[in-house]
């Protein structure tokens, strides 16, 4: 079974860009977390998605935004990005929301340097 | 608020035990998990615990005290390859769970 995959692996913005990142989980599994991890901050909680409703939500600005679509492939989207954003982004898939007993499978994430 | 705290680094000798604690303050709780992740590389998933004890999975062992509020991660006869940081998350209880993460702790093993 292929595992969770995250598309482009490495991107540079500049200030004040826009990215989309993609993640297709593992077939069968419908929930996708996205997290930020950044080396003082470890992993931060982005959002959760969820047969293509969002669950829940980190604490981040509006500026990150995501979806996930019927196949439950899901996309986040920055918008104006700033330099504090260069990070890696990873996306988490699991058969049931991370509310329950099963455990998140990792992609191998999209690192984002914004300059 | 909810926390979890973690020692931020940890060495140990090829061969030796190592115990990685593991301490949360979480609005409720409704398991916890232990993962691994290589430098440059995506976390892997190592155990989980949500009733207190010892689980054991052949070198790797994690225990959980939920009264403590607490958990730690046993690796035993270790590998240079178990160099890695090893994160911890809770899962909260209520209408809106999700998993609390740790900072991780980096383990350096020396040969």
């Known amino acids: 079974k292929a595992g969770v995959t995250q598309t482009p692996r490495y991107l540079i913005k500049t200030r004040g860009q826009q990215v989309t990142l993609s993640c297709s989980p593992i077939?069968?599994?419908?929930?996708v977390s996205w997290y930020q991890q950044t080396p003082g901050q470890g992993l931060q909680f982005l959002f959760e998605y969820f047969s293509e409703t969002q669950r829940n939500k980190g604490n981040f600005p509006g500026r990150f935004s995501g979806r996930q679509f019927s196949n439950s492939r899901s996309e986040m989207n920055v918008s104006t990005l700033e330099l504090g954003d260069s990070a890696l982004y990873l996306c988490?898939?699991?058969?049931?929301?991370?509310?329950?007993?099963?455990?998140?499978?990792f992609g191998p994430g999209t690192r984002l340097t914004v300059t | 608020g909810q926390n979890i705290d973690q020692p931020t680094e940890m060495t140990a000798t090829e061969g030796a035990i190592v115990q990685i604690n593991c301490t949360y303050q979480t609005s409720g709780f409704n398991g916890l998990f232990w993962y691994q992740q290589h430098a440059g590389e995506a976390p892997t998933f190592l155990s989980y615990?949500?009733l207190d004890g010892l689980e054991e999975k052949g070198r790797f062992s994690s225990f959980l005290s939920r009264s403590k509020g607490y958990s730690y991660l046993l690796l035993k006869e270790l590998q240079m390859k178990d160099s890695a940081s090893y994160l911890c998350a809770v899962r909260n209880a209520g209408n809106n769970r999700k998993l609390i993460w740790g900072l991780g702790t980096s383990l350096g093993v020396n040969p």
């Open positions: 615990n949500v």
């Open positions: 988490a898939s699991s058969l049931r929301p991370s509310g329950s007993a099963y455990e998140q499978y």
């Open positions: 077939s069968g599994h419908r929930s």
